[in-house]
Structures are given as C-alpha cells and as structure tokens.
C-alpha cells in the first residue's frame, strides 16, 4: 500500500489544520492506521492510531483532546484533525499503516511525510 499525506502549512497558535492520507495499491480496510510525527533529532513518535473499523482509537498524551484520528475506508483516505495547536506541535507528520495489531508502534507502511509549523 502507497500513502500520501497532505495538508500540512504554517499556522498561528490556538488555530487549526486538517492533515489528510490518501492510500493506493490496496484499500486500507485490512490496516491498522495511524499518523506518527518527528522534530529534528528526536525520534518519531506516534501521535495518532486508529483501528480497521474506525471504532478504536488511541492517542499519545500531548495531543489528547485536540487531535481526532478518523477514517474513509470506502475512499482509502485517513485524516487528522487538529484543534488548538501549540508550537511544540512542529513536526513533520507521517502516514502510517500496519497489519495485525493496529496497538503497536512499529508499523509496516510509511508515506512521506508533511511539516507542520505552528508559530507563536
């Protein structure tokens, strides 16, 4: 499966992006989901992951309450909305996909990601 994600821009603190994953090759509904994100020197973490159905979800502490992981099977597609951002949400953000436990933070898929810069 290929991904590829967009929506990423400059924005101003307090304000609000939706990143979206458009995926191709084969349809997603089989994966786990999820948008992982990386600063410089630090290593990439996952924000973000979302069960095959749509039905679960998980996220780290720092964006809980203002990021929403959700998902389209019928048109391959996952977004990220993302509500009062904070500088420190500065990262480039990756598309994710995995096969079997959707839980777990090494997934099997990556598209390139998409920088979000937050300025305060």
């Known amino acids: 499966v290929q991904l590829q994600a967009s929506g990423g821009g400059l924005v101003q603190a307090g304000g609000s992006l939706r990143l979206s994953c458009a995926a191709s090759?084969?349809?997603?509904?089989?994966?786990?989901m999820g948008w992982f994100r990386q600063t410089p020197g630090k290593k990439r973490e996952p924000v973000a992951r979302?069960?095959?159905?749509?039905?679960?979800?998980v996220y780290t502490d720092a964006v809980r309450g203002r990021f929403t992981i959700s998902r389209d099977n019928a048109k391959n597609m996952v977004y990220l909305h993302m509500d009062s951002l904070k500088p420190e949400d500065t990262a480039v953000y990756y598309c994710?996909?995995?096969?079997?436990?959707?839980?777990?933070?090494?997934?099997?898929?990556w598209g390139r990601g998409t920088l979000v810069t937050v300025s305060s």
């Open positions: 994710a996909a995995v096969i079997g436990s959707w839980l777990k933070d090494e997934y099997d898929y």
């Open positions: 090759g084969r349809t997603i509904s089989s994966y786990g």
């Open positions: 979302v069960s095959w159905s749509g039905g679960g979800s």
